[in-house]
């Protein structure tokens, strides 16, 4: 839940913490739940699986929909850059010397 909160606070530092964090845990808990026989998984932990699961598809989306925001964001600085570049202006000469009849 702290991830995100993270996310919609848009603290990419707090949460690539948390993130940090929780791999480690997620590995233990994967290890934990390959010993253990399905037959003695109960509801209570089926329901707190379902509970991770939806925390983690919901911060893959966020995830997902900021950067697509920011490929469309980059995208957009592209072709203004390129525009800029080929927008060219006449210079106004003036004249180096000048001449100067008495």
């Known amino acids: 839940m702290q991830e995100l909160d ?3 606070q848009k603290d990419l530092s707090k949460l690539n913490k948390l993130v940090t964090e929780s791999v480690p ?3 233990a808990l994967d290890q ?3 010993e253990i026989d ?3 998984i109960n ?3 089926i ?3 379902k509970e991770i699961q939806n925390v983690q598809e919901t911060i893959i ?3 997902q929909t900021g950067a697509f925001l920011l490929k469309k964001r980059i995208q957009k600085l592209r072709q203004t850059k390129t525009s800029l570049r ?3 202006q006449q210079r106004v000469t003036t004249p180096r010397f000048l001449n100067k009849t008495s």
Do not use: T
């Open 6 to 8: 993270a996310l919609k």
């Open 25 to 27: 845990i997620q590995m």
């Open 32 to 34: 934990g739940l390959s």
């Open 38 to 40: 399905p037959a003695h």
């Open 43 to 45: 509801n209570n932990d």
């Open 47 to 49: 329901k707190i699986m």
């Open 61 to 63: 989306k966020e995830v």
């Open 86 to 88: 080929g927008y060219k």
